[in-house]
């Protein structure tokens, strides 16, 4: 496999998705997680039509962003507060906002940069213990309070399930963040519209957009197997 075919399989895959979710191809955001490539091979995919990458590390997001500045980059991995200022103003979303003071420094950052900061709660649906993320119990206040912070716009959910052998195990875990998403559509925050979910990986991007997903994480199923 090239990654010509890679990418126009793993679009062609997500189109068939939407469609069976009842939804558009262009309503899911493709996120090319490009943690395991260098940046010639992310420029490379971006000529093939990709727009938006993911990294998991603030290092490596800083790096690629200085050489590909035009494309639209994501933080998916564990941001510690001493990193925030690498990434506020860098990425387009961080997707793993996870306790409270990462969202004050992240609010401070903004702050300082005149810019409100698009950000995902991560939530840790399947109560995997080395796993980052907000208890689903513990959504609801952690949303009454940074609803109050004037920089951080909340955008969605994220979540990581676990992994498996067969994709329809994780359905359980998509259909979960899709349902706590939903209880908190009536409330009027400020600074908060979960318009997104991010769930989805190469494993089981298919099943995570059947059960909702706006943003799916896809790094093995592009970038494996091209050299
Ligand atoms: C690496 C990573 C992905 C992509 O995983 P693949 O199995 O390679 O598709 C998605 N989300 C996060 C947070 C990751 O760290």
Redesign the pocket.
Known sequence: MDLRQNIAGVQNRIAKAAVRSGRKPEDITLVA?S?TVDSEKVRQASLLGLTDF?E?RPQALKAKIEVLPHLRWHL??RLQTNKVKDVVGRACMIHSLDRWNLAEEINKRGQNLGKTIPVLLEVNIAGEEEKAGLKPIDVEVFLDAVSQLKYLQVLGLMT?APLVDNPEQTRPVFRELYQLRKRFLNKDYENVNLLHLSMG???DYEVAIEEGATIV?????IFSGDN
Do not use: E, L
Not at 217 to 221: D, E, F, I, L
């Open positions: 997680v943690k993911g998991n998916i991995g990581m990986m190469s494993q994480r896809v790094g093995t199923a």
